[in-house]
């Protein structure tokens, strides 16, 4: 029996090979969209341009351009990954906060565009005082709000404390690719606050602990309880644990007049406000929203 012709293409009439840009980038938006990824548009081409070394706006001009398989197989990597659950920032590696754009790995939590609002409540404090002078960022994570902080002249100097050793080793690599002077970095104990012996006082703490009650902690998002430290999520039982170990040193580490800002869960600020009714040195408690609307933040002066 003949066999079947088999089409071989010749030289010259061979096919360039591998796809194009724009089939990969559809290819990979249907699998991340089947996948329940929201975005899935935008995160396939962040990942392509990416991986690529372009531009999204490059990658939307010459998308008819063929990739190679070195590129296919990196874009197929990060692909994976994602579909994994990792987080679209940690297979980038990078975040972007503020004008920032920082390092993103598991090591400590990636910061949210909450903690953004967060720096936006100092800066409207700054615009009528000016510059806090010495701050203290208790559970500094990836240093996101003291770099900013510090970039954005809205403070002079910074310390930044933290549980966990690998944070603090990404807030160093942070402060390093940012090269913005001012922040110190150190270790404190289970305890949270640090030894203060010997500190002068600050002028403004400030902190986005872990509010997460425990038992919420199984249901949060893949992405977040899988590939997030949970140091930097679990706030104990009822997820107060940290807010209320912050609050407690917050009287004697603040300077006369001083200020006091947390990141808080939007179900804890009628709790949140209690708490601080109990503080008699500290006044004008306040409860602030997020641009969503819901209570994020918490605000109070020491007396001066
Ligand atoms: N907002 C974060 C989350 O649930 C929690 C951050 C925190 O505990 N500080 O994704």
Redesign the pocket.
Known sequence: MESPERESPGPGSRRPYGPTRSEIVEGIATELAAAGVESARLEAERLVSGILGITRGELATAGGERVNPDEALGVARAVSRRLDGEPLQHVEGSVDFRTLVLVSDGRA?IP?P?TEQLVDVISEWVARDGPFERVLEIGVGSAAIALSLLSEGLAVRALGVDVSGEALAQAAENAERVGVPGLELRSCGPEIWPDLAGESPFDLVVS?????ASADVPH?DVE?RLHEPRV??D?GPDGLEVVRAVLAGVPAALAPGGRVLL?IGSDQGARVARLLAGESLLEVPRIRTDLAGRDRFVTARRAS
């Open positions: 939590l949210r909450e986005n602990p872990p509010y997460v949060l977040v930097a999520l706030g990141e």
